[in-house]
């Protein structure tokens, strides 16, 4: 499978535990984001990396979130000391080129439960 | 405050029955135009994308969506919906002109359609 891999697929911690999740993009994309989906509601923008740069943090993304491209492939997304907030869905998704002609491809998602 | 707006929430339809899903936006110059579909269990997957030229697009499994600029819409439309077309619907917007590094996304619309 040549597309977004999330890992792991699902995660339950307890409130106050550290979590951190991956992303591998689809290998050529040098554009790669990270979103959160609650029920209901589309998915809200977080973090965006062009390579190893992170350009834009969202006002959501709370200084308990970090996120990594070390090396401009895979991608990790960090969440320390969770709340019960946190329970949400993690996208990652990634693009090549113009994020307007040529749209961003989606992994699977990693669903966080915080108990 | 920029903004996505799909219409209906929840929409429940028979096979072989027609659809048309609203999405409005609230940004005025030029706009690139997205419909992602989510089926139960999978991941975001695009649909169709307008970033210039004819306002009618057509994309995968026979959806098509048309621009109409004056009216700040981009529908999705099918002529005769299938069983296999249930999933969550996503209409997603970026300013050409201002931050091309993200998508503003509408809520979702969810379709079920009954065989």
């Known amino acids: 499978d040549t597309g977004v891999s999330q890992d792991p697929r699902h995660k339950i911690t307890k409130r106050g535990q550290n979590v951190t999740f991956r992303c591998d993009p689809i290998?050529?994309?040098?554009?790669l984001y990270w979103y959160r989906q609650t029920l209901g509601q589309g998915p809200e923008f977080l973090t965006y990396f062009q390579n190893e740069a992170q350009l834009e943090k969202s006002r959501l993304l709370s200084d308990r979130f970090s996120a990594e491209r070390p090396k401009g492939s895979f991608s990790t997304l960090e969440i320390q000391r969770t709340e019960q907030g946190d329970s949400a869905m993690y996208l990652c998704?990634?693009?090549?080129?113009?994020?307007?002609?040529?749209?961003?491809?989606f992994g699977p998602g990693t669903r966080l439960t915080v108990t | 405050a920029q903004s996505v707006s799909q219409h209906n929430h929840h929409v429940i339809l028979s096979e072989a029955a027609s659809l048309e899903l609203g999405c409005n936006y609230s940004y005025g110059g030029t706009v690139n135009l997205f419909w992602y579909v989510q089926y139960p269990g999978q991941h975001l997957q695009l649909l169709l994308k307008y970033f210039s030229g004819d306002p009618l697009v057509k994309g995968i499994k026979g959806f098509e969506a048309e621009f109409i600029k004056s009216k700040f819409s981009f529908n999705l439309r099918k002529p005769s919906v299938q069983w296999s077309d249930t999933a969550e619907y996503f209409c997603?917007?970026?300013?050409?002109?201002?931050?091309?590094?993200?998508?503003?996304w509408g809520l979702g619309t969810s379709l079920a359609v009954n065989p």
């Open positions: 997603a917007v970026i300013r050409e002109a201002g931050n091309n590094r993200k998508l503003i």
């Open positions: 998704a990634s693009s090549l080129g113009s994020l307007a002609t040529m749209g961003q491809y």
């Open positions: 290998s050529e994309h040098n554009r």
